[in-house]
């Protein structure tokens, strides 16, 4: 039954003390973020994946991306658990290393001219700066590394940005398509010099004087709860409330960014919200239970999802508490269940490109 199941959780987190930490990300379902000891959004949890060095075993309720870069960040005697490995991130699926190795090597050759032998032009930039989401497999994030390039999340792809055009004269930014493109148009940049690159057509769909125009290549992945937000719906919501203020997540399309009041990453989200009047209307453009919960804690303000059809992360979804009382009743007997081991090989490099990252922010 459900009570036995908590109960079950509870008694081995008892148990195992401050040997362990539990991680939970903020679109996780109440009933696994209640046990959670740090909730937040991707940036959060990755640094506190660094805070508790003395827990000998992280517990990330979150996607296989997060806990492999809670692996890449922790001691490496520390031990990181996804309690179900079936979570992924259908947007971190959409690049895969192979085609963007492919896509980068088409790109060197287009722009080997513009050079010398040490990479860099007569300005000292080189001629593209590899930019990752952290919604990325690990083997993505090395990539970074070891070619000059960062890893960025929704709550400071702008700076990143800013850090690699001051290394590069073009980014090539994956996999989302929709954070790419909403952060390098705040910053100015012409839609025109932002083209797509499809892994399937010869130089990604573009003419080679299209990407030698380019200042951001964007690779063509998107989060499918994000892309089901439309500006039909503000433009509903803001008819049925009148004075509603429209938050929604940087993954969400550019029209739909452009029509929303804000836009920012989940715990920017939250902030919002709570820095808001009792008594406002906030429509919310990200993943229902995060709005849900954000509902519940804020009782004085009117907060409702801008999809009508409840849009949960299907993936994240799959944390289920059956399988956290799983993994930590193996804990307790000494088992590790569901271990995240990221390779040292590709460790070592997607660090770099970490550290870069926790290096450029103020
Ligand atoms: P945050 O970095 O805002 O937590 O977003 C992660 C994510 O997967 C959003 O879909
Ligand atoms: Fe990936 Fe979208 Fe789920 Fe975020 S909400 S974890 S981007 S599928």
């Known amino acids: 039954s459900d009570d036995e199941l908590h109960a079950r959780i509870r008694t081995a987190k008892e148990k195992l003390g401050s040997d362990l930490v539990i991680l939970g990300h903020f679109y996780q379902r109440d009933e696994v973020v209640q046990y959670a ?60 290393e192979d085609s963007v190795e492919a896509a980068w090597e088409d790109l060197m050759e287009l722009y080997a001219d513009e050079t010398g ?64 493109r909403n952060t390098a148009k705040a910053m100015g940049v012409p839609l025109e010099q932002m083209p797509m690159w499809n892994p399937r057509k010869p130089l990604g769909g573009n003419t080679p004087a299209q990407l030698q125009d380019a200042q951001v290549i964007l690779w063509h992945g998107f989060c499918s709860v994000h892309k ?47 820095a808001a009047q009792p008594g406002d209307v906030i429509g919310i453009g990200t993943e229902v239970n995060l709005v849900n919960r954000l509902a519940a804690q804020n009782p004085d303000k009117t907060i409702f999802c801008l999809d009508p059809v409840v849009c949960p992360c299907s993936t994240m979804y799959r944390i289920h508490p ?30 770099v490109a970490l550290e870069r990252m926790l290096a450029a922010l103020p």
């Open 117 to 180: 032998p040490d990479g860099l032009d007569a300005d000292g930039l080189a001629s593209v700066i590899p930019v990752t989401y952290m919604n990325s497999s690990a083997a993505l994030k090395a990539f970074c590394g070891r070619n000059g390039g960062i890893v960025c999340t929704s709550s400071n792809a702008s700076t990143v940005l800013e850090w690699a055009f001051a290394r590069g004269r073009r980014v090539l930014f994956f996999p989302d398509q929709h954070l790419g």
């Open 228 to 274: 089901r937000f439309t500006v039909a719906q503000i433009e509903q919501a803001r008819v049925e409330h009148p004075g509603v203020k429209i938050i929604v997540h940087p993954e969400c399309p550019m029209p739909v960014v452009d029509a929303a009041d804000a836009s920012g990453s989940t715990d920017a989200i939250r902030t919002f919200v709570a």
């Open 37 to 96: 000891d740090f909730v937040g959004d991707s940036f959060q949890l990755a640094n506190a994946a660094l805070t508790r060095p003395e827990a000998s075993t992280i517990v990330f309720c979150g996607v296989h991306f997060m806990a492999e870069t809670a692996d890449i960040l922790a001691r490496p005697e520390q031990h990181v658990i996804l309690p179900n490995l079936a979570a992924g991130c259908s947007m971190a699926d959409m690049a895969d």
């Open 322 to 351: 059956g399988y956290l009382a799983w993994t930590l009743d193996g804990l307790v007997e000494g088992e590790i269940r569901n271990e995240i081991v990221v390779p040292d090989e590709v460790a070592v490099h997607a660090k």
